[in-house]
């Protein structure tokens, strides 16, 4: 073991930020970088959104959203390439989550209260341990207050709507831009102004704006600032 390692310690690492701004695929490689488990807690919202759709859950009502609660079972697995996958009652999630139509309904979803206390509950589980990547909405600001690192993505609509695009058409699926944009505009409303752990920028977040970065950029500054904090430098 080097001598870099011994003196490593673990920390939580808490990205929030907008639809599309580049934070899962981000965390992705900070967390491969650093040795880290990644945690994808939108991915944990996106199979419970599908979750619903496949049970026909009507979301205004509270004993239909407990007890599809009580039968969603997520949890988080590495594959042979060493990456972080969700499983849904057993099944990789990742082929059915991505949608358009998982897209219009997670916001609505994400907003119950019921639901975020039954995710928050399992996100902080996970990260008893730390040495842990995890992105969303609400890590820095409600699920992990004492991150020792919270970062806070964005980017502008524009470059957000077409990474999305390029996103889905990679999977298959080709949707309109303008279609995207609007989805996304309607996405940061709701996360912004529900009255359940909304989108908020948490005070001790350190802003990194992605409009202009290349991939490699963002993750490298982000690897950078974790490191200044993992080896006390």
């Given at each position: 073991?080097?001598?870099?390692?011994?003196?490593?310690?673990k920390i939580?690492?808490?990205?929030?930020?907008?639809?599309?701004?580049?934070?899962?695929?981000?965390?992705?490689?900070?967390?491969?970088?650093?040795?880290?488990?990644?945690?994808?807690?939108?991915?944990?919202?996106?199979a419970t959104?599908?979750?619903?759709?496949?049970?026909?859950?009507?979301?205004?009502?509270?004993?239909?959203?407990?007890?599809?609660?009580?039968?969603?079972?997520?949890?988080?697995?590495?594959?042979?390439?060493?990456?972080?996958?969700?499983?849904?009652?057993?099944?990789?999630?990742?082929?059915?989550?991505?949608?358009?139509?998982?897209?219009?309904?997670?916001?609505?979803?994400?907003?119950?209260?019921?639901?975020?206390?039954?995710?928050?509950?399992?996100?902080?589980?996970?990260?008893?341990?730390?040495?842990?990547?995890?992105?969303?909405?609400?890590?820095?600001?409600?699920?992990?207050?004492?991150?020792?690192?919270?970062?806070?993505?964005?980017?502008?609509?524009?470059?957000?709507?077409?990474?999305?695009?390029?996103?889905?058409?990679?999977?298959?699926?080709f949707e309109?831009?303008?279609?995207?944009?609007?989805?996304?505009?309607?996405?940061?409303?709701?996360?912004?102004?529900?009255?359940?752990?909304?989108?908020?920028?948490?005070?001790?977040?350190?802003?990194?704006?992605?409009?202009?970065?290349?991939?490699?950029?963002?993750?490298?500054?982000?690897?950078?600032?974790?490191?200044?904090?993992?080896?006390?430098?």
């Amino acid at each position: 073991m080097s001598y870099q390692r011994l003196l490593m310690k673990k920390i939580i690492i808490a990205i929030d930020g907008h639809s599309a701004c580049g934070k899962s695929s981000t965390a992705k490689v900070v967390a491969k970088k650093l040795g880290y488990m990644y945690i994808d807690s939108g991915a944990m919202y996106r199979a419970t959104t599908y979750n619903f759709l496949q049970e026909g859950v009507d979301t205004k009502n509270p004993g239909q959203v407990d007890q599809a609660l009580e039968n969603t079972d997520i949890q988080f697995k590495i594959d042979g390439s060493g990456n972080s996958q969700v499983l849904l009652n057993g099944t990789f999630a990742e082929e059915f989550i991505r949608t358009m139509e998982v897209n219009q309904h997670v916001s609505e979803v994400s907003a119950i209260s019921s639901v975020r206390r039954a995710m928050v509950s399992q996100q902080r589980q996970i990260g008893t341990e730390k040495g842990v990547v995890m992105d969303g909405r609400d890590i820095g600001s409600v699920v992990f207050p004492k991150a020792e690192l919270k970062i806070f993505m964005t980017a502008s609509l524009e470059v957000r709507a077409k990474r999305r695009q390029k996103e889905l058409q990679e999977k298959g699926v080709f949707e309109e831009l303008s279609d995207i944009s609007s989805n996304l505009k309607s996405r940061d409303e709701a996360d912004s102004t529900r009255a359940d752990s909304p989108l908020v920028q948490a005070e001790d977040a350190i802003v990194v704006d992605t409009t202009h970065l290349t991939f490699n950029d963002q993750v490298d500054k982000i690897v950078k600032l974790a490191e200044q904090i993992i080896y006390d430098r």
